[in-house]
């Protein structure tokens, strides 16, 4: 076990991702957008990866390709050495139990037709389909109780839900095929902050206790900069700059890098770079 | 999902045409089931002595040419209309709703063959080419039926596609991707139930629509066939009889038009109900 | 001089489960060139509260007190009056640039909308003052012509020409809902800084509508924090967030990832705040907090706690203050 340990769970080799733009004249050959171009970087077991960028910069694209719901142009995703794009649709179907997504919006990532214990037994029934009811309550009851719900609220609706919960469930979904992997497509930019640093919480501790990888994807720099132990810095469908988090952050090496960093606002009044009127006096009412 | 329909039932008595077309609903099936038991006079029963009755305790509506009872003759129209409706719809979605999610569950050449042919279906006036099927295989209630229900696929083919394809943009079918499954697994399980009240709205349109068009066949002589009745059938009998006993027209016409409009109302009523509730739930 | 004052602000709506109450004793002061910040996460209040000055409240909600724009109060004018006032002294910029652009006009008849209207310019005039206005927020007329269609533009280019809408009749009032939450981190600084440096040139006051507090901190001079439809702690934005009086403006700080320059901070646990924001529907008789708030004694959930004055024009509304300041 030791030997696979110190191969990266995830390797990325130069991936493309291209989109189809509409053709622009009847007889014109539709014309294509590069929207990932020859990304590569690797993610080591139990590490937390982090992949910041605006938006269009080709992030959310290269989360669903390493997913494999997208199909590159060229490059390779191997997870745990196993090249997903070389795999028989049967096969990646059944590695699909090493790796699981979260999602951005908790309205949306949610079926709202399905109720709790379904929508998060969902990956059980491709993987498990001889599972059966009790067997399958009782994972979806402890799968619950980890991310901080009750094993009842199994029986609600996701509408009857807050955000911040329904990411919960969404999370819950994610873990209930015990992956090794999880890929968190911006999940915590839809709450609020005071939910947002409950669910960055759940996170950190579940990676912690079970020993989990994350591949974090975000725009914010300081949700990735707080949680992830490596970033790799996008633009333009590009990786302009990765590295060891707290030194990307403290001594950004690309004109990009140092200009987003600069770009985020502080809490701080006394940091503020922005034109203030000359300190007015405390007294200056009406 | 008990409370769901709980609150549709809710929603809905807040709803004026929800509730109007549905008593309206109600009471033509109610009229068409009893029929299949029970008509005041037996429906072919011909007695030329007593016809051209108007209205009188015993004959309500009056008698006909032939001297048959006109209730009776309207109440097994109903189940005619009734019968007609629900197989022509039934048709439509049954071929129509599979052939439009898969358009969308798969999109590519399928999508465009399924559309294209879509398009050609819907360049035909559907009336005309009804005529036209029902003339080429013979007049008859079947081939009746047969004719309504292929100009109903193509309305179901492409409101599911256009629907299902608004839900396979969301989140959710990913996250039913990334659990590992198919896209006609997810059609089944998640898009189909996300569009069911888009759907039945439609239906109960499409099902006044094909009580308008049995009416219009049979009227032509193309659809049901003496002595079955039919409410079309009817019309165009009475039709040379207007000036002697305008009732034989009139009161087929306003079990027509009553029907159409109260099943119009209830889709309408249907359509208000389902949607502020799906725009809730997100 | 003043030029918003609210006073005693409450916002009811009567719902199926009786009336509910969204704003509750809401006050709010800005002088002129001064910039206001409100505060809050979803659901607190404080899109309602620009709803509310701007007199664009849904229909069936009822506002009571008194907003006072330059002296006037503008829940006791009407409709016309409003209009007349709307865009010419008061003026909004919305979190959407999107859908607060028509999609099938052109920027330019847009931006020229508001000066036809309230100024009674020709079209020439408003289209030639349109097309300045539009230079003035970065959007010059030689690279953007005034025929460009909103979907020509990039989201904080839009941003730029609502800016622009809002701006054209120089209103005294602006108010911006959450102006750059949807635009990207460094579009986000350029707008900000286009609209302080504007607040400044025109000598207009500003309240600022938004959820991060790093935006407070570096665009406002006075700041409020809303919860649950109240004001919970106002004053300077320095002074607030030096001394954070109320637990929650100290919970919402803590919150945020990363705040200090601490670089070893990675992976440690976030100070959260526990529960959620009650609905209007389910708020507590006390204070609005007291069901997450670690302070919270027998006295909070019995009545809720007066806005009390810590220092000259910073207040804060808990029982606990000495509590938790002294932490």
Redesign the interface.
């Known amino acids: 076990m030791t030997g696979a340990d110190s191969k990266p769970l995830l390797q990325v080799e130069d991936l493309v991702r291209d989109y189809r733009l509409p053709r622009k004249s009847l007889f014109g050959r539709p014309e294509s957008v590069r929207a990932v171009n020859g990304v590569s970087f690797s993610v080591d077991r139990g590490k937390s990866f982090g992949i910041v960028g605006e938006s269009g910069c080709g992030k959310s694209t290269l989360a669903r390709t390493v997913m494999g719901l997208e199909t590159p142009v060229s490059g390779r995703v191997l997870l745990d050495g196993q090249d997903l794009f070389a795999l028989p649709a049967l096969a990646l179907r059944r590695l699909r139990q090493k790796f699981q997504m979260v999602f951005q919006d908790p309205y949306g990532s949610l079926d709202p037709r399905f109720k709790v214990e379904r929508v998060i037994a969902e990956p059980l029934e491709v993987l498990l389909p001889g599972l059966n009811r009790r067997e399958r309550r009782e994972r979806v009851g402890e799968t619950l109780d980890s991310v901080g719900l009750k094993p009842v609220d199994a029986d609600r609706y996701p509408h009857e839900f807050s955000g911040g919960q329904r990411q919960r469930i969404a999370i819950a979904r994610a873990l209930i095929t015990e992956p090794e992997l999880i890929v968190a497509d911006e999940p915590v930019s839809a709450l609020d902050v005071s939910v947002q640093a409950q669910v960055l919480n759940l996170i950190m501790e579940l990676q912690e206790r079970r020993g989990l990888t994350f591949l974090f994807i975000s725009h914010d720099l300081s949700v990735v900069r707080h949680i992830t132990d490596e970033v790799a810095v996008m633009y333009a469908g590009e990786i302009v700059e990765t590295g060891p988090t707290h030194k990307v952050f403290a001594d950004p090496q690309h004109s990009y890098t140092r200009s987003l960093i600069d770009a985020v606002p502080h809490p701080d009044p006394r940091r503020s770079r922005r034109l203030r009127r000359a300190s007015q006096p405390a007294g200056g009412i009406g | 999902m008990s409370e769901g329909w709980a609150e549709v039932w809710r929603m809905g008595l807040r709803s004026r045409g929800f509730v109007i077309g549905g008593v309206v609903t109600l009471i033509f099936i109610l009229i068409a089931v009893s029929a299949l038991i029970w008509t005041p006079y037996p429906v072919a029963e011909i007695v030329v002595s007593r016809r051209f009755q108007g209205i009188s305790a015993a004959h309500w509506l009056g008698t006909d040419q032939f001297g048959r009872d006109l209730v009776s003759l309207l109440m097994a129209g109903a189940v005619n209309s009734v019968a007609v409706a629900i197989v022509a719809v039934g048709l439509g979605m049954g071929i129509g709703v599979p052939l439009g999610a898969l358009a969308a569950a798969r999109q590519g050449w399928l999508d465009e063959i399924v559309m294209r042919a879509n398009d050609f279906a819907f360049a035909f006036p559907a009336l005309l080419s009804a005529v036209m099927i029902t003339a080429l295989a013979g007049p008859g209630a079947v081939n009746s039926i047969i004719a309504i229900g292929i100009f109903n696929i193509p309305v179901f083919a492409r409101l599911t596609r256009g629907a299902a394809l608004v839900v396979w943009k969301r989140e959710f079918i990913l996250a039913a991707r990334v659990s590992g499954k198919g896209p006609l697994r997810i059609s089944v399980e998640h898009v189909l139930p996300n569009i069911a009240s888009v759907l039945i709205v439609q239906a109960t349109i499409q099902f006044a629509l094909a009580i308008l068009a049995e009416a219009g066949l049979s009227y032509l002589g193309l659809g049901t066939q003496p002595p079955q009745p039919s409410w079309g059938k009817m019309l165009n009998e009475a039709q040379t009889l207007m000036f002697l006993a305008p009732q034989l027209a009139i009161f087929p016409g306003m079990a027509i038009a009553l029907t159409v409009l109260g099943l119009n109302l209830f889709g309408d009523g249907l359509r208000d109900v389902l949607d502020p509730r799906l725009r809730r739930e997100r | 001089?003043?030029l918003l004052a609210i006073e005693n602000l409450c916002v009811e709506l009567d719902g199926p489960d009786g009336t509910l109450r969204l704003l509750d004793d809401v006050n709010l002061?800005l002088?002129k060139?001064?910039c206001l910040g409100l505060v809050g996460?979803?659901g607190c209040g404080k899109s309602m509260t620009a709803l509310a000055i701007m007199g664009l409240l849904p229909r069936g909600m009822r506002a009571s007190g008194r907003i006072l724009l330059e002296g006037e109060d503008l829940l006791s004018i009407g409709e016309d009056r409003l209009c007349g006032l709307r865009g010419r002294k008061m003026a909004m910029v919305f979190q959407e640039p999107m859908t607060a652009l028509n999609p099938v006009v052109p920027i330019g008849r847009q931006v020229a909308e508001g000066l036809r209207l309230h100024l009674g310019l020709t079209r020439h005039e408003a289209e030639l003052r349109a097309g300045k206005m539009l230079a003035r927020v970065g959007l010059p007329v030689e690279r953007f012509p005034l025929g460009l269609f909103p979907h020509q533009l990039s989201?904080g280019q839009r941003q730029r020409v609502v800016i622009a809408m809002a701006l054209t009749c120089g209103p005294d009032l602006l108010v911006a809902d959450e102006p750059t939450t949807a635009l990207?981190?460094?579009?986000?600084?350029q707008i900000?800084?286009l609209i302080?440096?504007l607040v400044?040139e025109f000598d207009m006051g500003l309240v600022l509508i938004t959820?991060?507090?790093?935006?407070?901190?570096?665009?406002t001079?006075t700041m409020s924090v809303m919860y649950a439809g109240k004001v919970v702690e106002d004053g300077?934005?320095?002074?607030v967030?030096q001394r954070m009086a109320h637990p929650y403006t100290r919970?919402?700080?803590?919150?945020?990832?990363?705040?200090s320059s601490d670089?070893?901070?990675?992976?440690?646990?976030?100070?959260?705040?526990?529960g959620?924001?009650p609905d209007a529907s389910s708020r507590p008789s006390g204070c609005p907090f007291v069901a997450r708030c670690s302070f919270a004694t027998d006295q909070c959930s019995d009545a809720p706690p007066p806005l009390e004055r810590l220092?000259?024009?910073h207040s804060a509304s808990c029982f606990n203050l000495s509590r938790v300041e002294g932490l």
């Open positions: 001089m003043t002061f002088s060139g001064r996460e979803s989201g990207d981190v460094t579009v986000q600084a900000l800084d302080a440096e400044e959820h991060d507090l790093g935006v407070v901190a570096e665009s001079d300077p934005t320095d002074e967030f919970g919402l700080f803590a919150a945020m990832p990363s705040h670089l070893d901070a990675t992976r440690k646990r976030l100070t959260t705040i526990p959620r924001v220092a000259h024009r």
